[in-house]
Nanobody, 126 residues
């Protein structure tokens, strides 16, 4: 059974930083792309970042480009999201996910991901 567990969320001030981690188990982690998504109350979940298995392909949402960095450590079965220059509009529940594609290609669409963590809250105060 695939399990994803996020950690590292919390409260930060605008301009500050947080680092999210997502530990994966139950699947050959290194073969699959990983993604981060976020959701605020009343809104649909939105794409944040994705990284291919290699990790040669990385994608970011325009809203976080230049501020967030996704990375992975296949030896530790862990994917990270370094969030710098945080803004109040980054406040959301952040979810990590693993792509369904065993070729390890990264995607930006939620439909391409089949397993999700429970989410971790990130709150940025102004």
């Amino acid at each position: 059974q695939v399990q994803l567990r996020e950690s590292g969320g919390g409260l930060a001030q605008a301009g500050g930083s947080l680092r999210l981690s997502c530990a994966a188990s139950g699947r050959t982690f290194s073969s699959y792309a990983m993604g981060w998504f976020r959701q605020t109350p009343g809104k649909e979940r939105e794409f944040v970042a994705a990284i291919s298995w290699s990790p040669n392909s990385i994608y970011y949402a325009d809203s976080v480009k230049g501020r967030f960095t996704i990375s992975r450590d296949n030896a530790k079965n862990t994917v990270y999201l370094q969030m710098n220059s945080l803004k109040p509009e980054d406040t959301a529940v952040y979810y990590c996910s693993t792509s369904h594609d065993p070729r390890g290609l990264a995607y930006v669409l939620e439909v391409q991901y089949d397993y999700w963590g429970q989410g971790t809250q990130v709150t940025v105060s102004s």
